[in-house]
């Protein structure tokens, strides 16, 4: 039985199949604009907020209305109006103030279904062993990382309330009898650097996410990938881009541009209209995702990046001037105070 | 006259100051980076020397008390003319002044030394953090920053720090819903004094905000905006759409929202009305009052932060608390015995 309701069910089937056949490089099933504009129209009629933004029929995926991501941390965006309808709920750790937007999922299968054949691709030949410095679903089930983590093979997580153990990282390292994958946000990681980790054994790949919005510590991403060549000397160094809100991810290697999965579409957009900006030019990074049939299909980001003709991305951090201008408060402020 | 060590003190020295403003004033604001327009510039220049009127300056100066032989001000990137009057004042008393501002930033420094050195005014312009010294060290800017300062400081300086703040409105009736839009248009919204949110329980107060706003905008059109800015307008507009409404032109907007959702953060020329009585804002404020600067109102009603006439909030007026401390005192050491 599906976890869909009538509206959505048959819209599943239809993003299944749109996924397996870009996974296994196919073309595919159907226009990508399309499917997009039947699943806006889906969420539309179940989706209070997507219907109060719609003006009009869209003609096609960049005609649909997008949410800010900021407004998941104000109203229960997506098509599943409450937890208890949820069979999981992803919700963003708050580090950027404003407390914290919920993704609700009916299922997991479409982002699975993506998120783990899309790694696959990018990384291909991954250790199964994997060492996550980062919190165990168990005691953070509302963590999409780690849900996805958990499906990339035998998971030691190293995350604990308290922090990072970083004696239990070290003995792993040392007892492996294999390469591992070890996965981890880049607070994290430098924070693991730090203390002078053992070197990873042969063949391991290091994946790097995130950055350090709302730390006090921070370090350049180019810093960062040296070190962690040099301390701990994997075989491949690879990054990752995903959000919470989001049911698909970008991964590239360090200092090269993002790679989207075909289901995935990636449009740099003027910040003050939300109008396309042309292939190569900058702007506010906007994600269409098929597999966000659950929660809305189209997001506005505050970040700031380049989408290259081939759909590559390069992103360029926060928007420009996401510093505060004037001595007025930011949420930031507030949320740090309490 | 000339105290032992060469300084002038004295009136010749608040002779040069009163020189130094009426020069301020009839040769206009100098060009220094402030996103503002050049209209919305010129207002906020002269708000900010109609404060330093003679009898101002003459009732500050006279509680002199034992000033400081040197005060240095660090100011942050976002503050804008809160060093005129700080200068003005130590000038007045004697003291030496220096003023320490971001290197890539330096705001009004370099005019404020150009002037410091026509009209024989004691001022030092740094951009090294070491020379944050003294007995007096007076700062503005981020409360991290603020906190970062006084854990580095020594016992012997006194530390007097303003993180930032925000204001609101309370205006009851549509002369003071009109004198609001111009406290919202002043400093394109950005200014710790600038109203976040319009509390009103009048029937009519969008349409007259809406009106008052776009009577500002084209007195004192909006200035430019950043990426960030321009997100973040449709951002907050794409919230008032879906639990409010929204009326706009070019350059401003007053969207009407439930005060349940009242934020204490700004964005540039959004008048954000929450419908409310005096008891409804005194909820909505109840969370924030820590960083809750003024409220500008045109009633008798009892409220919270320092309250000023509606329309004087971006014109505070140089006798004042501000943020709950008696600055002048600090300035002239009024409050200091010899």
């Known amino acids: 039985m599906s976890a869909w309701p009538p509206a959505l069910a048959p ?22 604009d399309s499917l997009a504009v039947a699943i806006h129209r889906a969420q539309r009629a179940l989706d209070p907020v997507l219907a109060a933004l719609a003006e009009g029929e869209p003609s096609d995926a960049l005609g649909i209305p997008a949410v800010p991501v900021a407004l998941f941390k104000d109203l229960p965006v997506g098509t599943v109006s409450s937890d208890e309808d949820a069979a999981v709920v992803f919700r963003t750790s708050g580090t950027t103030g404003g407390g914290r937007g919920s993704h609700r999922l009916r299922s997991t299968e479409l982002y699975d279904l993506g998120a783990q054949g899309f790694h696959r691709r990018c990384v291909p030949d991954a250790p199964r062993e994997v060492v996550a410095l980062l919190h165990d679903p168990a005691i953070a089930p509302d963590s999409s990382l780690s849900h996805m983590v958990a499906g990339f093979g035998r998971v030691r997580w190293a995350l604990r309330p308290a ?97 989207a999965p075909r289901w995935l579409r990636v449009v740099a957009v003027d910040p003050a209209t939300g109008r396309p900006r042309a292939a190569g030019e900058r702007g506010q990074l906007r994600f269409i995702d098929l597999c966000n049939l659950d929660g809305t299909l189209v997001i506005d980001t505050m970040d700031e990046g380049v989408v290259g003709a081939d759909g590559e991305v390069t992103l360029l951090g926060r928007l420009e001037g996401s510093e505060v201008r004037g001595c007025s408060l930011t949420m930031e402020d507030v949320w740090a105070s309490r | 006259m000339l105290a032992d060590d060469g300084r002038r003190v004295g009136e010749p020295l608040r002779a040069a100051v009163r020189a130094w403003r009426d020069a301020a004033v009839a040769e206009g604001p100098p060009r220094v980076a402030h996103g503002l327009s050049p209209q919305g510039w010129a207002a906020v220049w002269q708000a900010a020397f109609d404060a330093l009127s003679d009898e101002a300056l003459d009732a500050a100066w006279q509680r002199a008390g034992s000033p400081y032989e040197e005060a240095t001000m660090v100011v942050a990137r976002t503050v804008l003319t809160a060093p005129l009057e700080w ?19 330096g705001g009004l420094g370099p005019w404020l030394e150009e002037q410091a050195t026509r009209f024989g005014l004691p001022l030092q312009v ?24 006084a854990e580095a400081l020594p016992a012997s300086t006194r530390f007097v720090g303003f993180g930032h703040r925000f204001s609101v409105s309370w205006a009851r009736t549509e002369a003071g819903l009109r004198a609001t839009a111009a406290d919202v248009a002043m400093h394109d919204t950005r200014g710790c004094l600038s109203p976040v949110a319009v509390f009103s329980d009048h029937p009519q107060a969008a349409a007259i905000l809406a009106e008052a706003m776009a009577e500002a905008q084209a007195r ?119």
Do not use: N
């Open chain 2, 126 to 149: 740094v951009t090294d953090p070491e020379a944050v010294q003294g007995p007096l060290v007076v700062a503005m800017g981020r409360d991290a920053t603020i906190d970062a300062l």
């Open chain 2, 87 to 105: 200068c003005a004042l130590w000038w007045g008393v004697g003291t030496q002044v220096r003023l320490k501002v971001p290197r890539e930033a």
């Open chain 1, 11 to 32: 819209l599943a089937v239809r993003v299944r199949a749109y996924v397996e056949a870009a996974l296994a490089d196919r073309p595919e099933p159907e226009p990508f």
């Open chain 2, 220 to 338: 004192w059109p909006r200035g430019e905006l950043v990426d960030h800015e321009l997100a973040l307008l449709r951002q907050r507009r794409a919230l008032a759409r879906v639990v409010g409404s929204v009326a706009e032109g070019e350059g401003w907007a007053v969207h009407t929202v439930p005060v349940g959702r009242f934020q204490p953060v700004s964005a540039p020329r959004l008048a954000v009305l929450h419908p409310a009585t005096h008891a409804e804002l005194g909820v909505a404020l109840a969370p924030y009052l820590e960083h809750l600067s003024s409220v500008g109102t045109d009633s008798d009603d009892p409220l919270p932060g320092r309250v000023v006439p509606c329309g004087q909030l971006q014109r505070p007026v140089l006798a004042r608390q501000h943020d709950g401390i008696d600055w002048v005192a600090v300035a002239v050491g009024a409050d200091r015995s010899g």
């Open chain 1, 163 to 259: 922090g990072l153990d970083h004696e239990a990282l070290d003995a792993w390292v040392r007892e492996a009898t294999g390469p591992l994958y070890v996965a981890a946000t880049a607070f994290a990681l430098a924070d693991w650097l730090q203390h002078g980790p053992p070197v990873l054994p042969a063949g391991s790949v290091v994946m790097v996410t995130g950055g350090f919005k709302g730390r006090t510590v921070a370090l350049s991403d180019e810093a960062m990938y040296a070190l962690a060549q040099e301390r701990l000397q994997p075989e491949r160094l690879v990054t990752e881009y995903g959000m919470t809100e989001l049911s698909s991810q970008l991964w590239g290697r360090p200092g090269q541009p993002y790679r």
